[in-house]
């Protein structure tokens, strides 16, 4: 089954249930007004929803009965209505260098008759900081040629609970909650410093073709009372939904990356195929107007190295023609292979040419180096077995 983007799919509300509802993902006005149906008093609602959100976000709370600061008998009666719910850990590997991909699987406690899902999370660790590659989408839409990803059909959006529970789930599993331990094996920041310091919205999916969602989390992740991450700490990379870009930026506030892979639009129609319809002069342009973007919040543009495709010294220095005037920098990518793509890595004395060529017009152009691909957790690689799904199982799951 072919599935294209679907507004009305995607919005969709869902069937009424009796099944108990997730806090997570929940605004706290949200959760305010379902303890007021529940029959407390507005200033209740209030006071305890801020008590919900503190024990969820910033303790990673699971569990009613852990929350000493509300009362037994209310602990009851929000354990009958609610469910503080996390992924089932379906696999969880360990690269050689440290890094971490869990397969998490989502059951929805409102719909309980419905399939799960699954998606595949990433952490990559460094000595000073660590870095969650989220997913917002079961599969993908876009059929990028250079992506594993875009070779499982899309099966649903995540909700903002689901894309959040990622996180949770991770700092959870790293020790990252009051508590908690980390772990011992593998490259994880010590001492004061958070293991998960960035979230990077890089996953499986298009974030801007799930952009209701997808804000809500980002903008739960950096509340000042709950998971407290800086706007400048998450990005979302966007492989070039333009009419989303400067919502993007005005409603999220947070930074922007850019797939953008090639530098003619003809060449581009073939790696990232949104480019047919919007093509790289109006995917630019909305760069160019990206809210708040300046030298401090530079845009980056994420670039894969494609053997004899697009890393010529004539790319280069087409690449640097187009981006200027746009605050940027550039992230020069590996190609990651996997089974059955029809690319190759460009060789590393041509990354190092084309780096330079950009490099001396000054931009910064790290060449980022391939984290987890011994497990498939590289850039790219990312791919879920939900794929395995039934027809009639995915068409159920469309939201």
């Known amino acids: 089954m072919s599935v294209a983007l679907n507004i009305d799919h995607a919005n969709a509300p869902r069937p009424d249930t009796s099944g108990p509802v997730s806090l997570v993902g929940l605004s706290k006005s949200e959760?305010?007004?379902?303890?007021g149906a529940m029959g407390l008093s507005e200033r209740d609602s209030r006071m305890r929803a801020s008590q919900l959100w503190n024990w969820i976000y910033v303790n990673g709370v699971t569990e009613f009965d852990a929350m000493n600061n509300i009362a037994k008998r209310l602990r009851a009666d929000l354990a009958q209505a609610f469910v503080i719910d996390r992924p089932e850990i379906v696999s969880e590997q360990i690269s050689i260098d440290g890094t971490?991909?869990?397969?998490?699987?989502?059951?929805?406690?409102?719909?309980?008759?419905?399939?799960?899902?699954?998606?595949?999370?990433?952490?990559?660790?460094?000595?000073?900081?660590?870095?969650l590659c989220v997913s917002s989408q079961v599969g993908c839409t876009l059929t990028c040629s250079f992506c594993h990803t875009g070779t499982q059909k899309l099966?649903?959006?995540?909700?903002?609970?689901?894309?959040?529970a990622q996180v949770m789930m991770a700092r959870a599993r790293l020790g990252d909650f009051p508590g908690g331990t980390r772990p011992t094996?593998?490259?994880?920041?010590?001492?004061?410093?958070?293991?998960?310091?960035?979230?990077?919205?890089?996953?499986?999916?298009?974030?801007?073709?799930?952009?209701?969602?997808?804000?809500?989390?980002?903008?739960?992740?950096?509340?000042?009372?709950?998971?407290?991450?800086?706007?400048?700490?998450?990005?979302?990379?966007?492989s070039g939904v333009v009419p989303q870009i400067e919502p993007t930026g005005r409603?999220?506030?947070?930074?922007?990356?850019?797939?953008?892979?090639?530098?003619?639009?003809?060449?581009?129609?073939?790696?990232?195929?949104?480019?047919?319809k919007w093509?790289?002069?109006?995917?630019?342009?909305?760069?160019?107007?990206?809210?708040?973007v300046s030298n401090?919040?530079?845009?980056?543009?994420?670039?894969?190295?494609?053997?004899?495709?697009?890393d010529s010294d004539a790319d280069a220095r087409e690449l640097v023609r187009l981006l200027a005037?746009?605050?940027?920098?550039?992230?020069?990518?590996?190609?990651?292979?996997?089974p059955g793509s029809n690319y190759v890595c460009s060789d590393w004395d041509r990354i190092e040419a084309f780096a330079d060529i950009v490099n001396r017009a000054g931009y910064a152009s790290p060449v980022r180096t391939p984290r987890g691909r011994d497990i498939f957790a590289a850039c790219g690689q990312l791919k879920s077995e939900t794929e395995r799904l039934k027809k009639k199982d995915r068409d159920a799951f469309l939201l």
Not at 102 to 129: A, C, G, H, K
Not at 325 to 338: E, G, M, R, S, V
């Open 100 to 131: 971490r991909k869990w397969l998490f699987r989502f059951r929805d406690p409102s719909q309980p008759n419905m399939p799960p899902v699954e998606v595949e999370t990433v952490y990559i660790p460094e000595s000073d900081r660590g870095t």
């Open 31 to 35: 959760i305010a007004a379902r303890l």
């Open 279 to 292: 093509p790289l002069e109006q995917l630019l342009e909305a760069c160019r107007t990206y809210p708040g």
């Open 155 to 164: 099966v649903r959006n995540l909700t903002a609970g689901e894309i959040l």
């Open 185 to 238: 094996d593998g490259l994880v920041p010590s001492g004061d410093t958070r293991a998960i310091t960035n979230i990077v919205m890089m996953g499986m999916g298009e974030p801007l073709y799930n952009y209701e969602n997808v804000k809500k989390a980002l903008l739960i992740a950096s509340d000042g009372a709950g998971l407290s991450l800086s706007k400048r700490r998450i990005t979302l990379s966007t």
């Open 296 to 310: 401090a919040k530079r845009i980056t543009f994420e670039y894969v190295m494609l053997k004899d495709i697009n």
């Open 325 to 338: 005037k746009i605050p940027a920098k550039i992230n020069l990518i590996p190609f990651n292979p996997w």
């Open 251 to 276: 409603e999220i506030g947070v930074m922007l990356a850019i797939s953008l892979h090639a530098v003619r639009n003809d060449l581009r129609d073939v790696l990232v195929p949104i480019n047919k």
